[in-house]
């Protein structure tokens, strides 16, 4: 039996955040339907990789759920979402509070349908009333945050090119979810699960924002250089790049024996974390040098073997074809329309033991599932031809 055997989810989620907590649901076996635009919504086409034109991005958050096919702001489309949310125990949708009571998906609105259901929805900058309704995506959470402006070079901030903010903040919307469920059985209530990029990317960036304001150090952008702890940078080999990182003293003290610098030990300027952090240009160096002469296999050969955490620089098609990647069994070929070749989706980043998660579904291609699940809630095959012709569904 799954995790979330029963459990019926309603997801209106768009892009990342909502579509991920979805996904992450659906893998430890809640039913999941995405409600879709007539002929597809805006966020499967973003990377396109099939024929049609699906993404990788949405292949990715999408797995295991039917889609519907609804224009939700039509009277005959409002009604069919009221049947589909009374028969729901979440209703997941990330968007700014204003849209949801628009759309009436806010949380009053939906209680007034289902006493006990429980609505998860991720905003941009959270329900401050200042700052509820302003919209934004995940390069908008890493730059507010102070994150952007300590990375990269100094003159030039540059943001991670994968949205880690948007997944980070679907992971805490699948927890919330969790914890909205589990209360539910005690108490019999439903309620509000919120989450924000906001919210997100400060506790991402939250060691260098409380160091700013209890020591002042107006912290600059180093490369690839970690400022407390060193060396810990991304390093040249002869025929590739690789990141390393040193912390602590035992670390350290065999960093300096694979290098052949012992005495770095007995160096009055390397005797905590801070200190060779802040000479950390020229441990790096050191270390560059010691690099150059090694190919990267040898160099991480080494590194492993002094137990010091290293690891390739790859591309997406070496991380593809890496051993250790490989040998992890993180990824589930699946088939889908359209496309040549098995997508390697991404398995869910947590596992139980007893009760994993599965990929059981490959995700849906829009309204593919529109006449069953509209049968599922009493519609007969005259209402779903009906539905059609006037473009609801």
Not at 281 to 308: D, G, H, V
Request: aromatic share 6%; with cysteine.
């Amino acid at each position: 039996m799954s995790v979330l055997e029963g459990i019926k989810v309603l997801d209106l989620g768009r892009y990342i955040a909502g579509p991920f907590c979805a996904a992450l649901l659906a893998d430890y076996g809640a039913d999941v339907i995405r409600v879709d635009r007539v002929g597809g919504s805006e966020d499967r086409y973003i990377l396109p990789v099939s024929e049609q034109g699906d993404g990788a991005q949405f292949l990715q958050v999408n797995r295991n759920k039917r889609s519907i096919s609804l224009e939700i702001d039509t009277p005959q489309g409002k009604e069919v979402l009221h049947e589909l949310i009374r028969r729901s125990d979440v209703v997941i949708a990330n968007m700014p509070p204003r849209t949801l009571a628009k759309l009436g998906l806010d949380y009053e609105s939906l209680r007034a349908i289902r006493q006990d259901i429980i609505l998860t929805a991720s905003s941009a900058f959270g329900s401050a009333p200042a700052v509820r309704d302003r919209v934004g995506f995940d390069g908008v959470g890493q730059c507010i945050s102070g994150a952007v402006h300590i990375s990269g070079l100094p003159d030039h901030p540059m943001k991670f090119m994968v949205p880690a903010v948007d997944f980070a903040t679907g992971l805490s919307c699948a927890l919330g979810t969790m914890m909205a469920l589990y209360e539910r059985k005690s108490s019999g209530n439903g309620q509000e699960v919120g989450a924000s990029l906001l919210q997100t990317s400060l506790n991402f960036a939250s060691s260098c924002l409380i160091e700013e304001a209890v020591l002042h150090v107006d912290r600059q952008a180093t490369r690839n250089r970690a400022p407390h702890y060193a060396p810990s940078d991304i390093f040249r080999a002869r025929d590739g790049w690789f990141i390393a990182q040193v912390i602590g003293p035992a670390m350290f003290k065999r960093w300096t024996r694979l290098v052949g610098k012992p005495e770095l030990m007995d160096d009055e300027r390397f005797q905590s974390d801070p200190q060779r952090g802040e000479h950390g240009e020229y441990l790096s160096r050191l270390m560059n040098e010691w690099s150059a002469q090694l190919t990267r296999t040898e160099a991480l050969a080494l590194l492993e073997e002094a137990r010091i955490p290293a690891s390739p620089v790859n591309s997406p098609r070496e991380a593809l074809e890496d051993d250790a990647i490989r040998a992890a069994e993180a990824f589930h070929p699946m088939d889908y329309p359209g496309v040549s070749e098995p997508v390697p989706l991404i398995k869910s980043p947590v596992a139980l033991s007893r009760t994993p998660p599965t990929i059981r579904r490959r995700p849906p291609q829009p309204g593919e599932h529109t006449d069953e699940v509209l049968g599922d809630i009493g519609y007969s095959a005259d209402d779903i031809a009906r539905l059609r012709a006037q473009g609801v569904v």
